[in-house]
């Protein structure tokens, strides 16, 4: 093995997809670009072997994916992490323009909701022949697709 000392408890690329939920290609990409720290390598075979502090990482990284954060956004968190109170403002921030830009998906996942059920209703209509509602679903759906074409409202800056 190379670079770092050798963990007690190591895994293989495949067993550190799975902890983690980040396909093989991702945790590649990530130690690429440098957000992962390079992996130790096999002497032998060369292929990468995790420790658990590598894992952790990848763990806590697929959290961080799983809001939608960026890659930049990921990157100053993980270094933040290591700065303490001195960078509590920032992680704050950081997680609070996340957190409206979350809302503001999740508000159009509701009006994308709405238009589905109202094109369920309209069908529904259809079906049973009843044109007054068959109209009313069609107003319906189409006030929904206006305002799903509206610009979105750009999340805060950090």
């Not at 763990?59 to 270094?79: F, H, K």
């Not at 697709?145 to 750009?154: C, D, G, I, S």
């Amino acid at each position: 093995m190379t670079s770092r000392t050798t963990p007690n408890r190591t895994y293989t690329i495949m067993q550190t997809a799975n902890l983690s939920g980040l396909p093989e290609s991702t945790l590649r990409y990530y130690e690429t670009i440098g957000l992962i720290d390079p992996i130790m390598r096999d002497t032998n075979s060369k292929h990468r072997v995790y420790g658990e502090e590598d894992v952790n990482l990848a763990v806590a990284i697929a959290c961080l994916q799983a809001t939608g954060l960026s890659i930049e956004d990921m990157r100053a968190y993980l270094q933040n992490r290591t700065r303490g109170a001195e960078a509590a403002r920032e992680q704050v921030n950081l997680l609070e323009v996340q957190k409206d830009r979350l809302a503001v998906e999740a508000h159009f996942l509701k009006i994308r909701q709405k238009y589905v059920d109202t094109k369920i209703a309209y069908w529904k209509a259809v079906e049973q022949g009843d044109s007054t509602r068959v109209e009313a679903m069609k107003t319906r759906a189409d006030t929904l697709a206006r305002e799903l074409k509206l610009p979105r409202p750009k999340a805060p800056e950090r």
